[in-house]
């Protein structure tokens, strides 16, 4: 049981961890922090099949969900990233109902879907012994869409119309852009058009997510209705952590 996926139909706070480091490692010292889910970034972290599939099997012993962003909403893509084992998806620049209609069917097999069949060559299946996996799987699939642009706000209704969506995520740097902010996601124009997009998804009965700067502002937040929201990266923790511990040395 995908417990994310029904967290988010309850509209239960999940609190993430972006993870761009690409490596198991890292990750796994990660996924026994406490996270209700680890974000795995195939967009703009470098990152490959293979080293998805090693980070994967690196937190599979912790009670965290491994949530994949690919890099595109390519069917192929989709495939692959779910073929291994993740059963949960973020998928970037969602703008249309038709858009989001198609990568539901990326993540359905026929009759419901466009998803390629695999069992025997997929770790997602256990690679054959689970018999009931191409009938089930679709049940425990996650799809969380991102918006990240006027287009795709403008369509959260029709967006979050669509079956098979279990929530949609503000990508607040790319829609700060948008808005003429570049790089300032904190201006009081882009806090305004996000705190409107979650009340509307929500509204809209219909899972809020969004990538917050800080704990303070994942708790702003959620008073405005997100339940899905990553707090910050490894990348992060770790540039602040050793600049921290360099400025406490003094020569």
């Known amino acids: 049981m995908n417990n994310l996926k029904q967290a988010l139909a309850a509209h239960r706070p999940q609190i993430g961890l972006w993870q761009a480091l690409a490596n198991a490692y890292t990750a796994e010292i990660c996924a026994g922090a406490g996270y209700d889910w680890l974000l795995f970034d195939g967009e703009h972290a470098p990152n490959t099949i293979q080293t998805l ?18 890099a595109v909403g390519d069917p192929v893509i989709i495939k692959q990233y779910l073929d ?13 109902a038709a858009q989001a209609k198609m990568l539901v069917a990326a993540t359905r097999f026929p009759p419901h879907g466009i998803r390629g069949v695999a069992s025997a060559t997929s770790r997602a299946s256990g690679f054959g012994a689970n018999a009931q996996y191409l009938e089930n799987t ?9 918006l990240e642009s006027a287009a795709g706000l403008a369509a959260i209704e029709d967006i979050a119309a669509i079956e098979g969506v279990d929530g949609l995520f503000i990508g607040p740097g790319d829609l700060a852009g948008g808005l003429g902010h570049l790089g300032d996601s904190a201006h009081p ?22 990538f917050a700067a800080s704990a303070d502002a ?34």
């Open 218 to 251: 994942a708790s702003q937040y959620i008073r405005s209705g997100a339940c899905f929201v990553s707090i910050g990266t490894d990348t992060g923790l770790l540039f602040n952590g050793a600049s921290t511990l360099r400025r406490s040395m003094k020569l």
């Open 138 to 146: 679709h049940a425990d699939i996650c799809l969380v869409v991102q």
């Open 53 to 70: 599939l090693a980070q994967l099997q690196a937190v599979k012993a912790y009670p965290v969900e491994a949530v994949a962003r690919v």
């Open 84 to 96: 291994i084992g993740f059963r949960s998806l973020l998928v970037p620049m969602v703008e249309s």
């Open 189 to 210: 124009d882009v806090v305004s058009t996000i705190s409107k997009a979650l009340t509307r998804i929500r509204t809209a009965g219909k899972a809020a997510g969004i």
